[in-house]
């Protein structure tokens, strides 16, 4: 199949998240299963207009704040006349509104959607200006096929007008060969970890006040990621006094990434909303609980008492016990550990990308003689 895919941003782009890395696990294995595959997205400045990444033939236009006014028309110019069985718009910022294209065959991929959550994070005016353009999706995308990454996804559509038979619910992978436990790496005392954004939507300060409780002198929480909420979060540390107990470590690469997360006891989460939990599916993977709040997304990649505890978003005092039930029972946070890895290698990004890929074919219409 040829496959054009359209989304904000690339993996490249220095404000790519969650969302662009599943596009590219998804979408380079599909390049390997002989598969054409073009990006078109925005740019940022300093950034090539043309690259190859995994396979894929990117496209960048513009740039975060000018891409969305310059992507149809580029796809108009550039893209249009080459054809494709499908364009696919990896919805997870303002929609582009692909219907309106006049591609062929559409399919909608959606990590999550903003809706409220949005007031959280922005200014009034660009949080309305968001929460207003999610409002027509029925409408914009009628007929078009639907893929959620979480059933929490999913139901967001149902509530939208997005009918629930259009879609199809195909879970993220985790690479659980990079992945994996190391029981000696554990900290010898008790140890939280928040590992991402560090957005005020996030909860980060949430997780703050929920440690600040916690009666555990030697018990640690570092935080690691990078964002504009930062200082602001850094204040509630001194406010709290915890300058001796936590610690900022900024963003960090790979391989500390794995090492934190093998050395925790619990990865701490209390976003009221996310699409899924990749984060908490790569703590698993490494034998490592979670403790999040029982949030959209985030409580189909938490087993509530088995791979980690879901708590009520929001609740400080919820939140800190939990910690204290894994801070007092290691061999709590063994087990949760052991059931935690059971549950990643259930979750594989070959997996994923043959569903995606069966899915395309049945709304391109094309059998396996077509594509091949």
Same mark, same amino acid.
């Given at each position: 199949?040829?496959?054009?895919?359209?989304?904000?941003?690339?993996?490249?782009? +220095?404000?790519?998240? &969650?969302?662009?890395?599943?596009?590219? @696990?998804?979408?380079?294995?599909?390049?390997?299963?002989?598969?054409?595959?073009?990006?078109?997205?925005?740019?940022?400045?300093?950034?090539?207009?043309?690259?190859?990444?995994? &396979?894929?033939?990117?496209?960048?236009? *513009?740039?975060?704040?000018?891409? /969305?006014?310059?992507?149809?028309?580029?796809?108009?110019?550039?893209?249009?006349?080459? &054809?494709?069985?499908?364009?696919?718009?990896?919805?997870?910022?303002?929609?582009?509104?692909?219907?309106?294209?006049?591609?062929?065959?559409?399919?909608?991929?959606?990590?999550?959607?903003?809706?409220?959550?949005?007031?959280?994070?922005?200014?009034?005016?660009?949080?309305?200006?968001?929460?207003?353009?999610?409002?027509?999706?029925?409408?914009? $995308?009628?007929?078009?096929?639907?893929?959620?990454?979480?059933?929490?996804?999913?139901?967001?559509?149902?509530?939208?007008?997005?009918?629930?038979?259009?879609?199809?619910?195909?879970?993220?992978?985790?690479?659980?060969?990079? $992945?994996?436990?190391?029981?000696?790496?554990?900290? /010898?005392?008790?140890?939280?970890?928040?590992?991402?954004?560090?957005?005020?939507?996030?909860?980060?300060?949430?997780?703050?006040?929920?440690?600040?409780?916690?009666?555990?002198?030697?018990?640690?929480?570092?935080?690691?990621?990078?964002?504009? $909420?930062?200082?602001?979060?850094?204040?509630?540390?001194?406010?709290?006094?915890?300058?001796?107990?936590?610690?900022?470590?900024?963003?960090? /690469?790979?391989?500390?990434?794995?090492?934190?997360?093998?050395?925790?006891?619990?990865?701490?989460?209390?976003? +009221?909303?996310?699409?899924? *939990?990749?984060?908490?599916?790569?703590?698993?993977?490494?034998?490592?609980?979670?403790?999040?709040?029982?949030?959209? &997304?985030?409580?189909?990649?938490?087993?509530?008492?088995?791979?980690?505890?879901?708590?009520?978003?929001?609740?400080?005092?919820?939140?800190?016990?939990?910690?204290?039930?894994?801070?007092?029972?290691?061999?709590?946070?063994?087990?949760?550990?052991?059931?935690?890895?059971?549950?990643?290698?259930?979750?594989?990004?070959?997996?994923?990308?043959?569903?995606?890929?069966?899915?395309?074919?049945?709304?391109?219409?094309?059998?396996?003689? @077509?594509?091949?």
């Amino acid at each position: 199949m040829r496959l054009l895919v359209v989304n904000w941003q690339d993996r490249e782009n +220095p404000q790519a998240g &969650g969302a662009e890395i599943h596009l590219h @696990e998804i979408f380079e294995r599909l390049v390997l299963r002989g598969h054409e595959v073009s990006l078109l997205c925005g740019g940022w400045r300093g950034g090539a207009s043309r690259a190859m990444s995994g &396979g894929i033939d990117i496209h960048r236009v *513009g740039t975060r704040h000018t891409f /969305p006014f310059l992507a149809r028309r580029y796809y108009a110019r550039v893209l249009a006349q080459a &054809g494709e069985h499908v364009l696919i718009e990896d919805i997870n910022k303002i929609p582009l509104y692909t219907p309106k294209w006049g591609a062929p065959c559409l399919m909608a991929l959606v990590p999550h959607l903003f809706g409220g959550t949005a007031f959280q994070e922005a200014a009034a005016p660009l949080a309305t200006a968001v929460w207003l353009a999610e409002r027509p999706l029925a409408m914009m $995308y009628a007929g078009v096929p639907f893929e959620a990454i979480s059933e929490s996804t999913a139901d967001d559509l149902a509530s939208r007008g997005i009918p629930r038979a259009s879609v199809r619910v195909i879970h993220p992978g985790v690479h659980a060969d990079r $992945y994996t436990p190391d029981a000696a790496a554990r900290n /010898p005392d008790p140890l939280f970890v928040y590992l991402g954004r560090l957005k005020r939507y996030k909860g980060v300060d949430i997780v703050l006040r929920a440690f600040a409780r916690l009666a555990h002198p030697r018990a640690q929480l570092q935080i690691a990621g990078t964002g504009d $909420y930062r200082a602001e979060l850094e204040r509630l540390v001194d406010s709290l006094d915890l300058r001796a107990r936590v610690s900022f470590l900024g963003f960090i /690469p790979e391989e500390q990434k794995l090492a934190l997360l093998r050395r925790a006891w619990a990865v701490v989460f209390a976003s +009221p909303k996310e699409g899924w *939990g990749m984060t908490n599916l790569e703590a698993a993977a490494c034998a490592t609980a979670v403790i999040a709040s029982d949030s959209p &997304g985030l409580r189909e990649s938490v087993i509530d008492g088995e791979t980690g505890m879901l708590v009520p978003h929001g609740d400080i005092a919820a939140m800190t016990s939990a910690m204290d039930r894994l801070a007092t029972t290691p061999a709590l946070v063994r087990s949760m550990g052991e059931r935690g890895r059971r549950f990643a290698e259930g979750f594989t990004w070959d997996r994923a990308a043959a569903e995606t890929e069966q899915h395309l074919r049945e709304i391109a219409g094309l059998g396996e003689e @077509e594509v091949a």
